[in-house]
């Protein structure tokens, strides 16, 4: 008998033991996992240039290694600007130091690239022009963008300071790399540790972001430039690494407050925001746009403009960031609890927005174009084709009279106290007072009558309604208003059938639910007027 009951015993404790090891390496895991720490990953450039095609045909450019000119193509790095033909790019690779993203030195020198010097240059030293077209001389260096003399170079002193946008740029001799475990990275490295430089509060050092391998090339171009003026490591591709993965630089600086450079569409930016609203740093980074995409209502509202063409002087980005002004965006959070159905609850959701939130007509618009942009016959990206197809989409919405009724599909409280809500199409939640790409509704015909403003920092919200799509396109042009409903802090919708919604241009379809709209804390953002 006792045979057996040791056996028995023997289970259990294995059991027991199993059961254990389980659990401690549950909770090893779990430990791990919490403390998991993203690294950028940034190109190794004592490996090679960072080539891309020479674009201005116009100048002479000469090669870097051969001296010769490059005649029909050649390449040139956006980070150090070194100049190649195909037959010398290998030589450059191994010959000519491109750019570092870290240096192991306490003080920075100058980082002098011969030739090819910008137009209309002028030696640092003696203030006369430099031979910016003729022969391959004179020299540029890559990191304070001085330009000099041959004859004059040894006049000046060694020591660079990084110029006049020293206070964007994270210094290279601040920045600690590691390899990357992973052998088939062996071209990059990761970004271990940052330090901050002693130059004073007014150091803020710039991320540039954007999707690299977006439709147009204009978010490529951007970070191309940013690559030239900055430090390599501060030009963030999210084709390439993720938002958290991004921000984990604001991260590593975490004494310093950072700004970030978002070039692209109101869907970047959400996508970006919400990485920015987890990041544990004592002061968010700042964020300007660089308006990209269609829409781009945030960027009109901030005083960034309707869009801006990817071929833009990035210097005359950077005065402009430096001439912007700091303040705060209301972020929202849209809670969406599903109705039970056949004795079931589908689990709640929630979504974040900063620009509006809508139900009706305008998200169908929004649905219809979500869907084409899907489907495999959708073969163009580019924006004006985009604006014709949501055009159309706009126009056959306009026969389909979609969303009639919808006052009777849904209850509104705004505050605790509900409204009556008039014939209506769509209702929507205005965070900034930019809406459907440029449309100011709030405000729109009431010049000279007393009405609180449309703020994107106040905590409130404003909500208009929309009787039809075509009253959507006569406020375009101006000639009608929209059904102004209220304004509040909270907001709570019963939705009995299903309807389009959309948050931020984000469409889907919304079965029977209560939606609970509430604020979620503020960003920081650079607006210029
Ligand atoms: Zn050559
Ligand atoms: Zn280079
Ligand atoms: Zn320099
Ligand atoms: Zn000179």
Same mark, same amino acid.
């Given at each position: 008998?006792?045979?057996?009951?040791? $056996?028995?015993?023997?289970?259990?404790?294995?059991?027991?033991?199993?059961?254990?090891? #389980?659990?401690? #390496? $549950?909770?090893?895991?779990?430990?791990?996992?919490?403390?998991?720490?993203?690294?950028?990953?940034?190109?190794?450039?004592?490996?090679?240039?960072?080539?891309?095609?020479?674009?201005?045909?116009?100048?002479?450019?000469?090669?870097?290694?051969?001296?010769?000119?490059?005649?029909?193509? #050649?390449?040139?790095?956006?980070?150090?600007?070194?100049?190649?033909?195909?037959?010398?790019?290998?030589?450059?690779?191994?010959?000519?130091?491109?750019?570092? %993203?870290?240096?192991?030195?306490?003080?920075?020198?100058?980082?002098?690239?011969?030739?090819?010097?910008?137009?209309?240059?002028?030696?640092?030293?003696?203030?006369?022009?430099?031979?910016?077209?003729?022969?391959?001389?004179? /020299?540029?260096?890559?990191?304070?963008?001085?330009?000099?003399?041959?004859?004059?170079?040894?006049?000046?002193?060694?020591?660079?300071?990084?110029?006049?946008?020293?206070?964007?740029?994270?210094?290279?001799?601040?920045?600690?790399?590691?390899?990357?475990?992973?052998?088939?990275?062996?071209?990059?490295?990761?970004?271990?540790?940052?330090?901050?430089?002693?130059?004073?509060? *007014?150091?803020?050092?710039?991320?540039?972001?954007?999707?690299?391998?977006?439709?147009?090339?204009?978010?490529?171009?951007?970070?191309?430039?940013?690559?030239? %003026?900055?430090?390599?490591?501060?030009?963030?591709?999210?084709?390439?690494?993720?938002?958290?993965?991004?921000? *984990? &630089?604001?991260?590593?600086?975490?004494?310093?407050?950072?700004?970030?450079?978002?070039?692209?569409?109101? #869907?970047?930016?959400?996508?970006?925001?919400?990485?920015?609203?987890?990041?544990?740093?004592?002061?968010?980074?700042?964020?300007?746009?660089?308006?990209?995409?269609?829409?781009?209502?945030?960027?009109?509202?901030?005083?960034?403009?309707?869009?801006?063409?990817?071929?833009?002087?990035?210097?005359?980005? &950077?005065?402009?960031?430096?001439?912007?002004?700091?303040? $705060?965006?209301?972020?929202?959070?849209?809670?969406?609890?599903?109705?039970?159905?056949?004795?079931?609850?589908?689990?709640?959701?929630?979504?974040?927005?900063?620009?509006? /939130?809508?139900?009706?007509?305008?998200?169908?618009?929004?649905?219809?174009?979500?869907?084409?942009?899907?489907?495999?016959?959708?073969? /163009?990206?580019?924006?004006?084709?985009?604006?014709?197809?949501?055009?159309?989409?706009?126009?056959?919405?306009?026969?389909?009279?979609?969303?009639?009724?919808?006052?009777? *599909?849904?209850?509104? /409280?705004?505050?605790?106290?509900?409204?009556? &809500?008039?014939?209506?199409?769509?209702?929507?939640?205005?965070?900034?007072?930019?809406?459907?790409?440029?449309?100011?509704?709030?405000?729109?015909?009431?010049?000279?009558?007393?009405?609180?403003?449309?703020?994107?920092?106040?905590?409130?919200?404003?909500?208009?309604?929309?009787?039809?799509?075509?009253?959507?396109?006569?406020?375009?042009?101006?000639?009608?208003?929209?059904?102004?409903?209220?304004?509040?802090?909270?907001?709570?919708?019963?939705?009995?059938?299903? *309807?389009?919604?959309?948050?931020?241009?984000?469409?889907?379809?919304?079965?029977?639910?209560?939606?609970?709209?509430?604020?979620?804390?503020?960003?920081?953002?650079?607006? %210029?007027?």
């Amino acid at each position: 008998m006792w045979p057996l009951l040791l $056996l028995w015993d023997m289970g259990l404790s294995g059991i027991i033991i199993e059961v254990l090891i #389980g659990l401690i #390496g $549950l909770d090893l895991f779990f430990r791990v996992w919490r403390r998991k720490i993203y690294y950028v990953k940034v190109h190794d450039f004592s490996k090679g240039h960072s080539w891309c095609s020479v674009s201005d045909v116009e100048l002479a450019v000469h090669c870097s290694v051969c001296e010769h000119v490059l005649l029909g193509g #050649g390449m040139r790095c956006d980070s150090c600007g070194v100049c190649a033909d195909e037959g010398c790019m290998r030589r450059a690779d191994k010959r000519l130091k491109c750019k570092q %993203v870290s240096i192991d030195a306490i003080s920075m020198k100058h980082q002098w690239v011969k030739g090819n010097l910008p137009p209309e240059s002028t030696c640092h030293v003696c203030e006369e022009d430099c031979d910016t077209e003729r022969h391959f001389s004179d /020299f540029r260096c890559c990191w304070c963008q001085w330009t000099v003399h041959e004859k004059c170079l040894p006049n000046l002193a060694d020591l660079c300071n990084l110029g006049i946008y020293r206070n964007f740029i994270i210094p290279p001799n601040c920045i600690t790399l590691r390899r990357s475990p992973r052998g088939r990275l062996r071209s990059q490295c990761l970004v271990a540790s940052i330090k901050e430089p002693q130059w004073g509060p *007014q150091w803020k050092p710039l991320i540039v972001i954007g999707n690299g391998k977006s439709g147009s090339n204009e978010a490529c171009h951007i970070l191309s430039s940013a690559r030239k %003026v900055l430090n390599a490591v501060q030009a963030i591709d999210l084709s390439d690494q993720e938002p958290k993965i991004a921000l *984990q &630089l604001c991260a590593l600086l975490k004494e310093t407050q950072c700004r970030l450079l978002i070039a692209g569409g109101d #869907g970047t930016i959400a996508w970006v925001l919400n990485a920015v609203q987890n990041l544990d740093v004592k002061n968010l980074p700042e964020m300007a746009v660089l308006p990209l995409g269609t829409g781009n209502d945030l960027s009109r509202a901030l005083g960034w403009g309707p869009h801006i063409d990817g071929a833009v002087d990035f210097r005359s980005i &950077l005065k402009k960031i430096e001439n912007s002004s700091s303040t $705060l965006l209301d972020r929202w959070l849209v809670e969406l609890r599903p109705s039970r159905h056949l004795g079931i609850r589908f689990p709640s959701r929630s979504v974040r927005f900063n620009n509006y /939130f809508s139900i009706g007509v305008d998200a169908r618009v929004a649905l219809n174009f979500h869907l084409t942009r899907q489907s495999p016959m959708y073969l /163009f990206s580019h924006r004006l084709f985009n604006k014709l197809i949501y055009f159309t989409y706009g126009t056959k919405d306009v026969v389909e009279q979609s969303c009639e009724g919808l006052e009777h *599909q849904i209850q509104l /409280f705004i505050d605790d106290k509900q409204i009556e &809500l008039p014939s209506v199409q769509a209702i929507v939640f205005l965070n900034v007072d930019s809406w459907g790409a440029g449309i100011k509704p709030w405000n729109m015909g009431q010049d000279g009558v007393f009405m609180p403003k449309c703020l994107f920092g106040d905590g409130i919200m404003e909500v208009i309604g929309i009787s039809s799509s075509f009253h959507i396109a006569q406020m375009q042009v101006g000639m009608s208003e929209p059904l102004r409903i209220g304004r509040g802090k909270h907001f709570r919708l019963r939705l009995f059938g299903k *309807q389009p919604v959309q948050a931020d241009g984000e469409p889907w379809e919304q079965g029977d639910s209560e939606i609970i709209i509430e604020s979620c804390g503020q960003v920081p953002v650079l607006t %210029v007027s």
